[in-house]
């Protein structure tokens, strides 16, 4: 089915998907691809967030799992910080990947390891007072890149958005940070 979608100005849409989609219908007809219409837009928005954040990011010499780590600790960690298991599962990448980057970071002067008042054998990961500038300053920056990168829909459309992204998320079962 060939459904015709246009912009506010009356201005017919087509994207890659659509391109997909139509050579699906002609190649099996027989086949209800519409799921591709939703997962492969998702996929390919996907991958060009990600580019556009990761431009963003290099644009203040930051990789973006570097501010994914720092923010994590800014939003989640109060004065005590995370340990790293925390860290872990609130950042969903393996143990020795976040050893890794907490080494990376803690070398920059963003992070430091401070050991647990309470359980010597726990490490508590901190930011660092140039860790917390660092976050605080570029959180603005980066919010105002994603509302550029959200532009072409406005505060409605984002709601309802949001709304139908979160039933998704849910019905997957992605519910937690661990």
């Keep these: 089915m060939n459904v015709k979608n246009f912009n506010r100005e009356g201005k017919e849409m087509r994207d890659a998907v659509d391109l997909i989609t ?12 519409s799921p591709m219409a939703i997962i492969g837009r998702i996929n390919r928005i996907s991958r060009v967030l990600e580019q556009e954040l ?7 010499g930051l990789e973006r799992w570097e501010f994914d780590v720092l923010a994590t600790l800014r939003r989640s960690g109060g004065e005590v910080g995370l340990t790293a298991g ?3 599962r609130a950042a969903m ?7 890794n ?20 054998r ?8 140039e860790g917390r500038e660092l976050v605080d300053r570029l959180l603005p920056l980066h919010v105002a890149n994603e509302q550029r990168l ?10 309802q958005l949001a709304d139908l992204l979160r039933t998704l998320a849910v019905a997957l079962n992605d519910t937690t940070l661990d």
């Design 86 to 88: 925390a860290l872990n």
């Design 101 to 120: 980057r907490i080494d990376r970071l803690a070398a920059k002067n963003l992070v430091r390891r401070v050991p647990s008042p309470d359980d010597r």
């Design 93 to 99: 990448i393996t143990s020795g990947a976040i050893t």
């Design 54 to 60: 990761k431009q963003f990011f290099a644009g203040h």
């Design 150 to 159: 959200l532009a072409a829909l406005g505060s409605t459309d984002r709601a």
């Design 22 to 33: 139509e050579h699906w219908h002609t190649a099996r007809p027989d086949v209800d691809v």
């Design 122 to 129: 726990s490490i508590f990961v901190q930011l660092t007072a």
